[in-house]
């Protein structure tokens, strides 16, 4: 089915493309996943994507590691 949409708001047009390069989409798959969520669901599953784009890209980082390391640390004197 194919549908022709008029009059999309600039603002709504910048954040659906831009959403579709952020997540290498097209802009047809997001627009159908925007309308999809927006009508509740169409009985399909609907899969998020908010931190795909993290997936594999941890980097060991040591002064990371010191400063997690250091916040982990438990004064004593506050606890008294």
Known sequence: MQYTLRKVPRDLD???RQKARKEGRSL???AIEAL???VG???GIVRNHDLDFAIGTWVEDAEV???IEDQRGIDQDLWK
Request: glycine fraction near 20%; charged fraction near 35%.
């Open 14 to 16: 910048k954040a659906l």
């Open 28 to 30: 047809n798959e997001i």
């Open 36 to 38: 999809s969520r927006g």
């Open 41 to 43: 669901g169409y009985g």
């Open 65 to 67: 590691e010191k400063a």
